[in-house]
């Protein structure tokens, strides 16, 4: 029996930001509308979808891998920035009264979040390659290609 050492072993390990997607606590109060709400869950799970994307899918042609890294820069505050929103409600649930200094900080937040959201969504949709076989005569195609001035008759477009 050989008494050697074995050699240490090492794993790779992939960086995925947004393991989870961003949820609203619906216990906590309300200090924001429902529609940034939905926005930044789309932005989670666009986000997610695309720092993931070359991990999923190798040979994908969706996203160039600059794309993804631009995106991934992009957002690479994003959950922190979704934390510090969730710190204002949770805040706002305990003090049970919100002043007026309070509700600009978090007015000022939101707004971050909001136009934060918007550029990465921009990016993704702008770096998107979509395939032909995505794009429907009909102008339903799933990944709504058409909505953004794609046209059946190309092999290959940028949204």
């Given at each position: 029996?050989?008494?050697?050492?074995?050699?240490?072993?090492?794993?790779?390990?992939?960086?995925?930001?947004?393991?989870?997607?961003?949820?609203?606590?619906?216990?906590?109060?309300?200090?924001?509308?429902?529609?940034?709400?939905?926005?930044?869950?789309?932005?989670?799970?666009?986000?997610?979808?695309?720092?993931?994307?070359?991990?999923?899918?190798?040979?994908?042609?969706?996203?160039?891998?600059?794309a993804i890294e631009a995106i991934r820069d992009a957002g690479k505050?994003?959950?922190?920035?979704?934390?510090?929103?969730?710190?204002?409600?949770?805040?706002?649930?305990?003090?049970?009264?919100?002043?007026?200094?309070?509700?600009?900080?978090?007015?000022?937040?939101?707004?971050?979040?909001?136009?934060?959201?918007?550029?990465?969504?921009?990016?993704?949709?702008?770096?998107?390659?979509?395939?032909?076989?995505?794009?429907?005569?009909?102008?339903?195609?799933?990944?709504?290609?058409?909505?953004?001035?794609?046209?059946?008759?190309?092999?290959?477009?940028?949204?």
């Amino acid at each position: 029996m050989n008494d050697a050492p074995h050699p240490p072993t090492t794993s790779i390990q992939f960086h995925f930001p947004l393991l989870t997607t961003y949820e609203p606590d619906l216990r906590l109060p309300k200090l924001w509308s429902s529609e940034v709400d939905c926005l930044m869950g789309r932005t989670s799970r666009a986000y997610a979808l695309v720092c993931r994307y070359r991990y999923k899918c190798p040979d994908g042609t969706r996203w160039a891998d600059e794309a993804i890294e631009a995106i991934r820069d992009a957002g690479k505050h994003m959950e922190d920035d979704m934390r510090v929103l969730d710190g204002w409600r949770r805040t706002a649930a305990a003090v049970e009264l919100v002043d007026e200094t309070m509700m600009r900080k978090i007015a000022d937040d939101v707004e971050h979040m909001e136009v934060l959201c918007s550029r990465i969504n921009d990016m993704i949709n702008e770096y998107e390659v979509v395939p032909h076989n995505y794009i429907k005569a009909e102008g339903f195609g799933l990944a709504g290609a058409s909505l953004y001035g794609a046209s059946s008759d190309k092999l290959c477009t940028r949204r």
